[in-house]
Each structure stands twice: as C-alpha cells, then as structure tokens.
C-alpha cells in the first residue's frame, strides 16, 4: 500500500492500533441491548491511503487463526475465509458501465460478458433487468462502490454468476428475481468456483436472496467462496451453500426471513464456516446440512422474534447414510415465546449448541425426525478456518457490531474519501434491527423496487478511462492523461487502481 500519510489502518478498522493486543471490543455485555451508544453509520471517510504493512480487521485477535502481517495478498484487505486471496479482475481491462440500460454498449449486461475485467460504473440508479443476467466469464471485479450518489440496484430479473472462476463482487444491491416465472434467488453463483461477494444487499427473492451452489447432476467443483457482510432481508428465504471446495458466511445480516441462514448442502465433503452472522425476526429455523458437511458454527446471533420458538427446529440434519463433523460453539438463540412443549430451553442451548441441533425430515433409519443429533458427530476440537481466518466475535459482539457496517453502503468519490449511500430499505431494516423491532414480513406480492436518483460522473472525472479519478490521480503522483491502472507504484501486489478502489475498507 500507499505511504502518503501517518495513518494507522488497524485502528481505523478494528478500534486498536498495530500491534494492540487489547481484547476490549467495547461491545454491550447484555445480549438483550438493541441499540448501542455509539453511531454505528458510516460515515465520511477521507482519502489518506493505507501504510505499508496494514492489518486489516480480522487479524491479530486471539481467535483469528495467526494472521499476520505479510501475509497473504487479499483480494482486497479486509477479505477473508475461503475466498480471502482471489484476484477478481486485477490486472485486466477496466470496463465502464455509462448507463442503466438492460442490455448494449455501457451496459452492467455488456460489462460481464468478456473475462479479466475491472468494472467500475460512471452511473447511479436503478437497473431493470429484462431477461436473467447471466455472466459467464472468468476473472471479474464489480466495484459499485465507484458508483456516484445513491449507488447501484439491480432489478427485474435475477443476476447469475454461472460456470465461471474468480470473482469479486462488492457494494451492489441486487432486488430482482421476484417477478419471474421460475422463482430464481435475487443473486446466484452457480456451478463457480472462487467467488467473494462483500458489503451487498440482497432482497425480494422469489427464492433465496443469495445462493452459491451447484446444479443438480453438475460435475463442476463449487466452493472457495465467501460472502461477507451482506444484507439479505424479505426474500422467501436466506441463503444455500452448495460444494466441496468450501465456503465462508461471515458477518451477513440475515433480516425477516423464514429459514436457511444458510442451507449447507454438500455433494460429497463441503467445509463451511459460518460464523458471526446476525438473523433477525426468522420464523421457522436456521441451519439445515446434509451428508458429509464440515460445519464449524461459531458466535451467530439469531433472535426469532415473536414466533413461539420450536427447540427441534434451529438447527436439522438430514442423514442420508454418510455422517458430518460440526463444530459448534458460542451462538446465542433470542426467544420471545416457546411453543410447548419444548424439551430443552433457551438457555440450556445457548449453554450448549448441541442441544440446537436435531434431524429433519427425510432422515434415514436408525435415526428419528426431531431427535437430536448423537453427541459423537459433534467435534471437540476445532479444525483450521477456511482460507484466511477471520477474527471471531462473540454471538453478543457480532449484534452489536454487525448491522452498523452491512450491506451496500458506501460510495468513493473523485478524492477517495467514502460517503454512507445506504438505501431506504436497508437503511429501515437496519433501523428496525437496532431498536428490537419486529415488524411483519411482506408477502411477495409486496415485493417492489422504488426508482434511485440518477446521477452521471462528468466527462473529465476520469480523463483516461483507468478507472481513478483525475483528482485522485493528481493527488497521488499519477498522470490522469495516462492509462496507469494495472502498474503497481509501490510493489506491494495491488495494482494502482486498487488502492483507490479498496480506500472503501478504510
């Protein structure tokens, strides 16, 4: 990274500085407090760049798997999980999506149609998809934090990744899907391999809001994947995780959804961790996994509202002849109400997460539906996380923290500094989050999208189409009249244009 200023990016993330081996998250200790005295909302963030050197959040904790600085170079530097060390579109063309059009010339459809690109956008608004938006090719990063103003949302029909390897996705809103015929999931990665999406909202799927899995009868391998601090809200329901390369679900806000918070369905041995996600007003269960998933479940909040609380539907397994290994540990249940009669409390769960878990439907002899699972599948020991390990959180912390930094929320401009461009729906789903509210889900017959302010960038806002604005190429040394976007002024593996796009983790 860039040396321009004296900044220290650990405590700008994590609240510690470099070094800082403090373990005070200064978290609410009362897992029942719904709004923090803090101001958790993004805010305006300059455009300083990053020391040598920076650790980002996720790092340096007692419970992080040992990351350390020099590590890994991440596909961005707050990545981690399975996906931490992907490279998305690094060193390809920049492709710049000049309109809201479905389809043509400067389109989002038009920008996903040829492998090794950067794809950054000189438009805000609303985008209505026609027909599916299927995207395959290889190599690709979406930055809609270049979006100006309100940012990107995707309507009509749903966006697919499919058969495709290495793509990043970031601060994008994908609410389409909800109106076609086939009930497709709002976002969908199928049959790909090495995908992280980060920091994008998801919502009125006819299915799911976001799934990464793979086709019935696919030989394609599936996994190496991580989403991270999305909002998924009002979709039918959560998320499926689908392949044996493995997966990571981290700090995803999960809010009035029924079930799968995610489904792990794997076709011979998936790893999944699922850590520190939020679920908020669900109303049937959480997780349901199936043959021989590794799971390790740690530190989730879920808070069922006011739905009476069934303890053998939080978590299900399907036996089908083959047993998982799951590790589960500190993830906390919130229930208003208990529908009777119940076997086991809240409190004895929380105290134990074996005590979540139970077997569902369809589950093969010896085993019985509802019963809980055989202590002997349950793991002592942890595994090594996935990929780059992520700081974990208490269930308690991961509240507290998680619905202030979800979703597409932020927006660079011409000198790098960030600005909160959270929509009106996530901005009261979020809301209604913090302050306990539990209001009624919507039918999708409610589902609709209500038109974004449009805003361009003027034509000498990136004077030699590299994607970084003229001002902030000025700033920096560079020659906003010469493509430099793929160079690496500084020999620390991100290009040029990726310092200005990840200034957004600052």
């Keep these: 990274m860039f040396r321009f200023a004296s900044v220290c990016l650990c ?4 609240g510690f500085g470099c070094g800082d081996s403090s373990d005070d998250s200064g978290a609410p200790e009362d897992a029942s407090v719904r709004d923090a005295t803090t101001d958790g909302g993004a805010t305006d963030r300059d455009g300083a760049l990053p020391p040598d050197g920076f650790v980002p959040a996720g790092d340096g904790g007692s419970d992080d798997g040992g990351t350390t600085v020099g590590g890994p170079l991440r596909a ?10 992907i490279t998305g579109g690094r060193g390809g063309s920049v492709y710049h999506v000049t309109n809201l059009d479905d389809s043509g010339p400067g389109s989002l459809r038009d920008a996903v149609s040829e492998s090794n690109r950067t794809i950054v956008f000189d438009v805000s ?68 391999i090495r995908v992280y999406v980060d920091h994008c909202s998801m919502s009125f799927g006819a299915d799911e809001g976001a799934s990464l899995t793979q086709s019935s009868g696919s030989t394609a391998t599936t996994g190496e994947a991580t989403m ?9 329901t959560g998320t499926i995780l689908d392949g044996e390369a493995g997966y990571t679900s981290y700090q995803n806000l999960y809010y009035n959804i029924s079930h799968r918070f995610p489904n792990v369905a794997s076709p011979s041995s998936g790893s999944y ?30 808070d069922i509202g006011t739905t009476p609380m069934r303890d053998d539907r939080i978590n299900q397994y399907q036996y089908r002849g083959v047993e998982p290994r799951i590790f589960t540990e500190g993830n906390v249940i919130v229930a208003v109400n208990s529908q009777s009669p119940n076997t086991h409390g809240v409190e004895a769960m929380n105290a134990d997460n074996r005590l979540m878990w139970s077997f569902f439907d369809g589950t093969l002899s010896p085993y019985v539906e509802d019963d809980r699972l055989p202590t002997e599948w349950f793991a002592a020991t942890r595994r090594e996380l996935l990929g780059v390990a992520p700081m974990v959180l208490s269930a308690e912390e991961a509240f507290a923290q998680v619905p202030r930094d979800v979703g597409a929320n932020r927006s660079l401009g011409a000198d790098g500094a960030t600005t909160d461009n959270t929509d009106d729906y996530d901005e009261e789903w979020i809301a209604n989050v913090l302050a306990g509210v539990y209001a009624g889900n919507l039918s999708i017959g409610e589902y609709s999208v209500d038109p974004l302010p ?37 020999g620390d593996g991100y290009t040029n244009l990726e310092e200005y796009l990840d200034l957004v983790d600052l």
Aim: hydrophobic share 40%.
């Design 228 to 236: 991270g601090r999305c909002l998924v809200a009002e979709s039918k």
């Design 273 to 302: 961790d699922i850590i520190n996600n939020v679920v908020w007003n669900y109303s049937n269960r959480l997780i349901r996994g199936n043959d021989e998933a590794d799971i390790v479940h740690l530190g989730n909040y879920a």
């Design 76 to 85: 961005f530097p707050t990545a981690v999980g399975a996906a931490a060390e």
């Design 125 to 192: 608004g609303r985008i209505v998809l026609e027909s599916r938006l299927t995207a395959n090719a290889d190599n690709i990063t979406i930055a809609g934090q270049t979006a100006p103003g309100a940012g990107i949302t995707v309507d009509g029909e749903n966006f697919m990744i499919y058969n495709s390897d290495n793509w990043i996705v970031r601060y994008v809103r994908f609410r389409g899907g909800y109106a076609a015929a086939d009930t497709p999931d709002s976002f969908a990665a199928l049959n790909s």
């Design 454 to 490: 449009s805003e361009e960038r003027p034509a000498d806002f990136d004077t030699d189409r590299d994607g970084m604005p003229d001002v902030w190429e000025r700033a920096n040394g560079f020659d906003p009249d010469t493509p430099d976007d793929s160079g690496d002024a500084d």
């Design 11 to 14: 405590a700008a993330i994590t």
